[in-house]
């Protein structure tokens, strides 16, 4: 890794905002190769799905890092709906030519284990078993870019408009100051949580996933969000069934 780069990977989060802020300048004013030269990393994406890691991706791509993907998702249910999800994910991969890296393990997909876990936040409020889900995928997303030398590692999450993004950026945080949790041998330096708010091409990405062909999820992942995007159809369902039977 160049002294330049390790300077910037060590820097606090605002402090490379401001300076990436002051090279998007520079780079207007002229001399971008040598501000991009400053900042290529290699990132481990971590992709919740393919729609929302399109723009993710381009941008990264764009900005000449060099990105690998990463699929890592047991919160997804059900199993019908996992493998439509990691298909769209592998597509968008496809397309814009980086490499993947899939969660194969038994372990890594197991919905009774998933489950469980979540049944054991039970009493917790839905937010708190977010912040569990979304903790549980960077934190392997992390130490696998640990493992695997990446500088930096981050999430598609940050693209929708519909996950909590603040609390997704604190958990990106904090799972890279996780040091000394691993197990896995370092073969780089401590990877950092790539905060990007992607959110401001929303539209562009929806509009790409569909001109893609690119299956679109319908509610978050997990079995609860499922019966939440579901609950009006139910009691709509209810209050038919009910009618037609005291006419
Ligand atoms: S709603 Fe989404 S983020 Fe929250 S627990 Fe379910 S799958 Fe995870």
New binding site residues.
Partial sequence: MCKKVYIFLHMPLHKRQTLRKKSGRREERGSGALCRSFFIMKILLHMCCGPCAVMPLLRLLEEGHMVSGYFY?P???PLAEYLRRREGAAEVAARCGIKMIWALAPEDYSPPEWISL?AGLKGRT??E??????EL?LRRTRALARSEGFDAFSSS?LYSRY??HELIAAKGEEAARASGEETEPLSGGDPFFYYRDFRADWRKGVNMSKAWGIYRQQ???????EY?RYAAELRESNARLTSSFFP
């Fill in positions: 998702n919160n997804i249910h979540a839905g937010k078993r977010c912040a569990w889900c979304l995928r999450l996950q909590p509610y978050c992942g997990c079995i609860f969000s939440e």
